[in-house]
């Protein structure tokens, strides 16, 4: 069993409340959570209304498809036109 552990902070400058970044980031979590099966939550910067990390899971028996897996939903995090991916560490167990 491989259990796969992405981290990753966005930037969402145009936020100019909590509640726009909400928007995002429910949007974010609905569409990665469905479109890759994995576990996702917002984690850290809870308050900060401009940027936001998540953590995700994805448990499988194959470490090469977690890896691969996991970097596609970087691509996507990258590819998101409302937000601006800062950093992110993947770390299988």
């Known amino acids: ?17 909590l509640k726009d970044k909400r928007r ?3 949007s974010l979590k609905d569409r990665l959570s469905a479109r890759h099966n994995v576990s996702i939550a917002e984690v850290d910067d809870l308050d900060h209304r ?6 995700l899971a994805l448990v499988a028996n194959d470490s ?4 691969s897996s996991l970097s596609k939903i ?8 409302h ?7 993947i770390e299988l167990l």
């Open 83 to 89: 937000a601006s991916l800062l950093d992110y560490e």
């Open 24 to 26: 995002v980031t429910k």
């Open 64 to 67: 090469r498809f977690v890896e």
């Open 74 to 81: 970087v691509d996507e995090f990258r590819a998101y036109p």
């Open 50 to 55: 401009q940027a936001a990390t998540f953590g």
């Open 1 to 17: 069993m491989v259990v796969g552990v992405l981290r990753v902070r966005i930037g969402i400058f145009e936020a100019l409340s």
